[in-house]
Each structure stands twice: as structure tokens, then as C-alpha cells.
């Protein structure tokens, strides 16, 4: 099961540029494979993203199909923000 990022206050997921498997950048939500992966390594992750406010985060684990939601409501334009909201369901805002 894929592990993301989740604002403790917001329910926003974390997302940033990323590279795909043909090496070309995308945005989408950073995820790991696993938890002890994700919890071990998100606060240096997010320090290198230019966070310096590891606590204001959680791991969460998403399902597949949340996964590859959260990419489809993104729509690869950085200016939007995904949300887990309601009973699991992705919800995207756009950045004002």
C-alpha cells in the first residue's frame, strides 16, 4: 500500500515535482511503498522541499485507487492541493 504525507490541520497531502520512470518531472503526491520507510525518511524529505515543520505532518496510508486519484485531481499543475477528506475521498482545490 502506498504511504503519503498528510497536514495534521489541513488533511492536505504533501505534493511536489517528482520524476517519473521515463525521468520526466511531473507534479503528483510523494508516496512510499512502505510505512517504516516513509516514517523514517518524511522529515528529511520534507526538509530538503524546503519544510522546516516536520511535525506538522503524519503518514497515512492510501489505497491504490486514492494513489492514483490524488494524481488525476492534480492534473500535473502545481498550483493545485489535494485533500483527504471525508470517509477517504480526494478532494482538489486550487492554490489562491
Not at 494524481?71 to 500535473?76: A, D, E, I, Q, T
Request: proline share 4%; charged share 30%.
Amino acid at each position: 500500500m502506498p504511504y503519503a504525507l498528510k497536514q495534521k490541520t489541513t488533511a492536505e497531502l504533501f505534493s511536489c515535482t517528482l520524476i517519473n520512470i521515463y525521468d520526466f518531472p511531473y507534479h503528483g503526491v510523494k508516496v512510499w511503498e512502505e510505512r517504516e520507510t516513509a516514517e523514517r525518511d518524511y522529515a528529511s524529505f520534507l526538509a530538503e522541499q524546503g519544510s522546516d515543520e516536520p511535525w506538522l505532518w503524519e503518514v497515512v496510508e492510501l489505497s491504490e485507487d486514492q494513489n492514483k486519484m490524488c494524481n488525476v485531481k492534480l492534473n500535473n499543475n502545481p498550483a493545485k492541493r489535494v485533500y483527504l477528506g471525508e470517509q477517504g475521498r480526494i478532494e482538489a482545490r486550487i492554490d489562491t
